[in-house]
């Protein structure tokens, strides 16, 4: 069974905008619904002022296509909504399409684990433009928020240095699946594993946890509290030493593992939530190395993020296990990722693809026409550059990648550098013929792209900027669809 009939229910058609339906009724009434189209979901700026995303969100949004079609009492509830006028709202003709609808869409999209940047599609759903439609808000849903996730959790990981990142979130998620879908993402960005037991009975993750500090002050003494703890849960003794005295309850805890040694367990390691995390690592670790402990690990949890980590780790923090919530579950300082779902072309039933792009003031937000891919270009030393094409106008020998914001900033790449299609196909007339691979390949690849990345590219601080854009016959294509919407009308 899958997630989303264990968690919730067997569809989430109504996991929609309200301008969804009333735009599908539109597009029925009108006579248009069949009408093809293609769209795509792009965003438009990376997330954290960084230098890449990680895709990521595609198995959940597989189950919701694989499961969308519209209940009866999803259209109860649709025949119970009214107008401005106090009649309903839609027409009940229509609600019997609804309930007859079967998916009939292609969708396309870039697995998960996969660097991306900007401008990219993630996802291209090309069918009826009225079922290709109503997905609209769903994909964006999904892949939106899983997508931040897995990139803060990627970011946060570098930070640490190859050092142990576990989701400590749960409590500060947004809600219920917000904590489900950020531990998921969590551990594609890098986290070895999570507090969240609900997230890893259901995607199989790593548990991790120790103690609160309420069990220590339901004891009389803090060594009574390490000692009751160490006998009950002997295989898995962190303790946290920070409830009164820090360095005194480090003190206590190698005390607590001598006696749990002579028991034949070892002392997992310590949690330090709260003061001067590098000063007091660096204290602990001498009294844990004193006391026979070398090997015990010492955790720090408290507020962190990978800026935090990294001026930790230039400290000389001696932290070997970092504990991330709240500014990883949440996304810390940028709550979204800012994806949107626009369309690029459409066509009648028989007839020549006819393009689309949408203007703005705004050069970001003019958007791409065309029956977009993407194709990477890269060797064993590390990825190279990446071009938007158009499938209908292929994409030449020597590729020239022009910047879509900069038209001035153009690339050439040589002829015979290696490249491999991006968008890979996932529906094929409404069907799955994509099989997600296990979590645990997701986050080797996940890994093994962003190995593949430039040093420069990863940085906090001001990154190098990946090159990105649209092939010249692309390119070509929006300036001419540009300048024809801006022609003035003649008199």
């Not at 198995?59 to 909504?81: G, H, T, W």
Request: aromatic share 6%; with cysteine; hydrophobic share 40%.
């Amino acid at each position: 069974m899958s997630r989303v009939a264990r968690v919730y229910r067997t569809s989430l058609a109504l996991l929609t905008d309200l301008y969804q339906i009333t735009m599908a009724q539109a597009y029925w009434s009108s006579g248009t619904a069949d009408k093809e189209a293609v769209f795509h979901l792009v965003f438009r700026k990376n997330p954290f002022s960084g230098g890449f995303a990680l895709a990521c969100g595609l198995a959940r949004a597989i189950e919701c296509l694989a499961q969308f079609r519209f209940e009866p009492d999803d259209l109860d509830f649709l025949r119970s909504l009214k107008g401005n006028d106090g009649r309903p709202l839609l027409d009940p003709a229509f609600l019997r399409e609804l309930a007859a609808l079967e998916l009939r869409c292609d969708v396309d999209a870039v697995p998960e684990g996969t660097v991306v940047f900007p401008q990219e599609p993630l996802v291209r759903v090309r069918g009826p433009i009225m079922q290709a439609q109503l997905l609209e808000t769903m994909l964006l849903n999904v892949v939106n928020f899983e997508t931040l996730i897995a990139t803060k959790a990627a970011r946060v990981c570098l930070a640490a240095r190859g050092d142990a990142v576990i989701d400590f979130g749960l409590r500060r998620a947004q809600d219920i699946d917000g904590g489900l879908s950020a531990s998921r993402a969590a551990y594609v960005g890098g986290c070895v594993g999570t507090s969240n037991v609900l997230a890893g009975r259901l995607f199989g993750l790593p548990v991790r946890g120790t103690h609160a500090h309420s069990w220590v002050m339901s004891f009389d003494s803090e060594p009574e509290a390490f000692e009751a703890y160490a006998r009950a849960q002997p295989n898995n003794c962190v303790l946290l030493v920070d409830t009164y005295d820090t360095l005194d309850g480090v003190r206590h805890a190698v005390e607590t593992g001598r006696r749990l040694r002579e028991r034949g367990h070892e002392l997992a390691g310590i949690r330090l939530d709260s003061g001067d995390l590098a000063w007091l690592s660096v204290e602990a670790r001498k009294i844990l190395d004193a006391g026979g402990f070398p090997e015990a690990a010492i955790m720090a949890s408290n507020d962190l993020d990978e800026h935090v980590i990294t001026s930790l780790k230039e400290q000389g923090a001696a932290i070997t296990v970092w504990g991330v919530g709240t500014r990883l579950v949440t996304g810390g300082d940028e709550p979204a990722l800012g994806g949107v779902y626009k369309l690029g072309a459409v066509r009648a039933p028989g007839e020549a693809w006819r393009y689309r792009t949408k203007l703005s003031e705004q050069s970001i937000k003019t958007t791409n026409p065309g029956i977009q891919q993407v194709r990477r270009f890269g060797t064993e030393d590390g990825f190279l550059a990446d071009v938007i094409y158009d499938e209908e106008q292929g994409l030449s020998a020597e590729p020239v990648i022009v910047d879509p914001v900069d038209p001035t900033r153009r690339k050439r790449v040589s002829p015979g550098t290696p490249g491999t299609d991006l968008l890979e196909p996932i529906l094929r007339g409404g069907h799955v013929v994509y099989e997600p691979p296990p979590l645990t390949q997701v986050r080797t690849r996940a890994s093994e792209q962003l190995a593949r990345l430039h040093p420069g590219i990863k940085r906090f601080v001001n990154p190098h900027q990946f090159p990105v854009g649209l092939s010249a016959e692309l390119h070509e294509l929006k300036t001419r669809l540009v300048l024809e919407a801006r022609r003035p009308a003649e008199p």
